[in-house]
């Protein structure tokens, strides 16, 4: 079945700070991967996708088919940045959207 | 444009009392999503709905039901409420491409006591 691992439920860092959130998936073909935030009480929205291959807000990701992995990157953490992140997964014929756990990210002053 | 709509945003109830939460979206979507999020668990998917008279079961389905009767809605019925479904949950919806992104609700607060 496909999966997606977010290994880090909490991670803090400090403001001005690099920040990698960690997501691995498990499937063999070729995946969409997206990367959703949920700020502080409202509701998801996509941050990026590996298809458009965009920077938002300073965020990239990079797909590693290798690695099956789609971390998520920004050089410099802003305290705006604090927020919960989710990793997910389509793929072509899917009807569902998988997603990982969640990762809490807190940038600290 | 509203996008995806949730009512109520919050809700109490007693155990063994019945709700529907209820979402609309207007996108034109063909599929729509109810998933259910707790604290350490992510996203967990409880039912989702390809198409207007078609629903399917997710990961987490027992003690909800779905109905798909229009296009634009998607309702989601706990018919006898448990302590356990307290949680937050959020309707979604999509394009039929494989590609692209899902659009989310504003989230609704359920507590069961």
């Known amino acids: 079945a496909q999966r997606v691992t977010q290994p880090e439920k909490l991670l803090s860092v400090f403001k001005g700070a690099p920040v990698e959130l960690k997501c691995n998936y498990s499937?063999?073909?070729?995946?969409?991967l997206f990367w959703y935030v949920q700020y502080s009480r409202q509701r998801l929205q996509l941050l990026l996708r590996?298809?458009s291959r965009e920077s938002i807000k300073g965020f990239t990701a990079d797909l590693n088919k290798g690695e099956t992995s789609f971390h998520l990157k920004k050089p410099f953490a802003q305290e705006e940045d604090s927020a919960m992140y989710y990793c997910?997964?389509?793929?072509?014929?899917?009807?569902?959207?998988?997603f990982g756990q969640g990762t809490r990210l807190t940038i600290n002053p | 444009n509203a996008g995806v709509t949730q009512t109520p945003k919050f809700r109490v109830l007693k155990t063994g009392q019945s709700m529907t939460l209820l979402c609309a979206q207007d996108?034109?979507?063909?599929?729509m999503y109810w998933y259910r999020q707790d604290p350490g668990m992510g996203l967990r998917l409880i039912h989702y709905?390809?198409?207007?008279?078609?629903?399917a079961k997710g990961e987490v389905p027992d003690g909800y039901n779905v109905s798909r009767l229009k296009k634009q809605n998607f309702l989601l019925g706990l018919e006898s409420a448990a302590p356990s479904q307290t949680s937050v949950y959020f309707c979604?919806?999509?394009?039929?491409?494989?590609?692209?992104?899902?659009?989310f609700g504003q989230g609704t607060r359920l507590t069961v006591v």
């Open positions: 997910a997964l389509k793929y072509q014929g899917a009807q569902k959207l998988v």
């Open positions: 979604a919806s999509s394009s039929r491409d494989w590609n692209t992104e899902a659009f």
């Open positions: 996108m034109n979507h063909e599929y």
């Open positions: 709905s390809v198409g207007e008279g078609t629903t």
């Open positions: 499937y063999s073909g070729s995946p969409e």
């Open positions: 590996h298809i």
